[in-house]
């Protein structure tokens, strides 16, 4: 199937600082992504989603960009923490046969620094 | 409310043996997808059980199987383990398309 990408591998931010995590996609059939935070030795943990009716959506401290016309997917993290040093994966939802499954990114790196 | 379960949480198998990888569902999901995750790699789609039959298999050999039990749980078989099939095993568990993942399970094949 066709995959979801990631611009940039690694991304190292001050503390207090606002973080943008950007990911590219190919499948323009898609209609529904999610962004996941995965810290080490844990699975991944759902962050927030969006849509493709949508060209914004936002949570506690982050928000989600999708531009449709490009395929472009981007999570912005406000005030950034140390608890946010991890890797963020998109993903996005691909239906086959009606049944649906998670199609994940190579992911970037998180590195918040004091 | 118990969420994803999975067992063993480590592994360290020998070239050529098989493995058994199991999980618990978190509780009202009916769906079980298992991904293995290379190191420094997004997770990589296996297959996924529904009503105790695959019903989504990714790009994996039939080394990979699996099985889905009545109450839900799953299980994920590797045979004749290769050194490339050393990963972190994903479950997630879902109920109409709510994804909720488990720690996983570290196999390290020498």
């Known amino acids: 199937g066709e995959s979801v990408g990631l611009h940039l591998p690694t991304l190292s931010v001050q503390e207090g600082d606002n973080s943008i995590i950007n990911c590219a996609y190919s499948?323009?059939?898609?209609?529904?992504f999610i962004w996941y935070k995965q810290e080490s030795g844990k699975g991944p943990q759902f962050i927030i989603d969006i849509r493709s009716n949508m060209d914004k959506r936002q949570g506690q401290r982050v928000t989600v960009l999708l531009n449709k016309t490009v395929k472009h997917l981007s999570l912005q993290i406000a005030a950034t923490q140390p608890g946010d040093s991890a890797v963020y994966f998109c993903?996005?939802?691909?239906?086959?046969?009606?049944?649906?499954?998670?199609?994940f990114g190579a992911g970037t790196r998180l590195a918040v620094h004091p | 409310d118990a969420g994803v379960t999975q067992s063993p949480t480590h592994l360290i198998k020998t070239r050529g043996q098989q493995v058994t990888l199991r999980c618990s569902p978190k509780s009202g999901h009916d769906t079980v997808s298992w991904y293995q995750q290379a190191l420094g790699q997004g997770p990589q789609f296996i297959f996924q059980?529904?009503?105790?039959?695959?019903?989504q298999r990714g790009n994996f050999p039939d080394r990979f199987s699996g099985h889905q039990f009545p109450n839900y749980s799953s299980e994920l078989n590797v045979n004749a383990l290769l050194l490339g099939d050393s990963a972190l095993y994903l479950c997630a568990s879902s109920r109409q398309g709510g994804y909720t993942f488990g720690s996983g399970t570290r196999l390290t094949v020498v």
């Open positions: 993903a996005e939802i691909e239906i086959s046969g009606g049944y649906n499954k998670l199609i």
């Open positions: 059980y529904y009503e105790e039959e695959e019903r």
């Open positions: 499948n323009s059939a898609s209609d529904y």
